[in-house]
């Protein structure tokens, strides 16, 4: 039975493809939009509120990794993290693509009304799009930079990860070639104490044998005195 833990993982990932999916649908929608200045900025406010609860759901799985008590289930919910980051890096840069693309459809719309004498009007709506424009190019270009640089802190902080696991691995060895040696020393000793046992047992076997000649030597010289002619 899958625990709370897993579950939260599993809804948390399950969110995140949703807005990916949704985030790729109006990045398409912006590509296509033909106009006008408000459905472009509805859109772009839509994006930005997607990117917004994507970002804060990475950040949630990537603390869920945190928290996980096995190493193998951290390192591969941090690597599912840093795929949805590397997936947002690049939903980003569509982003900017496609609001550039239609940037310049506007701009050959502009040509086009220039050519066929547009009005006062006309004019303020295009330098009010381009401002629009050049605003969210700045607003993504910085939603990139931000991106690279958790990008940058997560990579280093995988470097932090390797070589803790790296310090493990020999701190795990050396503490294997310890009980490999405690090893030889325990048999070794096992083989002095049966060595200094059967050493004990011959020990004793001599005393007794030296006691009964002793003993069979008084005997002997006790009946040769008092007994004679026996």
């Keep these: ?3 709370a833990a897993d579950v939260h993982v599993r809804i948390c990932g399950q969110e995140i493809i949703k807005y990916d999916l949704e985030i790729k649908a109006l990045i398409q929608d912006i590509r296509d939009c033909p106009g006008p200045q408000s459905t472009l900025m509805e859109l772009n406010s ?3 509120d997607r990117f917004c609860k994507l970002r804060l759901r990475i950040q949630d799985l990537e603390q869920m990794a945190r928290e996980q008590d096995r190493e193998t289930d951290r390192l591969a919910i941090q690597a ?6 590397r997936q ?3 939903n980003q840069t569509a982003w900017r693509k496609s609001n ?5 459809a506007i701009d050959n719309v502009e040509k086009d009304e220039l050519l066929r004498g547009g009005d006062n009007q006309s004019t303020r709506q295009r330098k009010a799009t381009k401002e629009s424009l050049v605003e969210t190019s700045s607003n993504i270009t910085e939603s990139l930079m931000s991106i690279s640089r958790m990008m940058a802190e997560q990579v280093k902080q995988s470097e932090d990860s390797i070589g ?3 310090t493990s ?4 060895q050396e503490t294997n070639e ?16 049966l060595k200094y046992n059967r050493r004990e047992l011959t020990d004793k076997l001599l005393i007794f044998l030296a006691l009964a000649l002793f003993f069979a030597t008084v005997l002997y010289i006790l009946k040769k005195r008092l007994f004679p002619f026996i």
């Design 46 to 48: 839509q994006v930005k």
């Design 100 to 104: 550039l693309a239609c940037k310049l």
């Design 169 to 172: 691995s020999r701190t795990v």
């Design 1 to 3: 039975m899958a625990s």
């Design 80 to 85: 599912e993290t840093d795929s949805q980051r």
């Design 88 to 90: 947002m890096l690049s």
């Design 178 to 193: 310890e009980f490999r040696n405690m090893t030889g020393t325990i048999h070794l000793g096992r083989k002095l104490i």
């Design 164 to 166: 803790t696991l790296a």
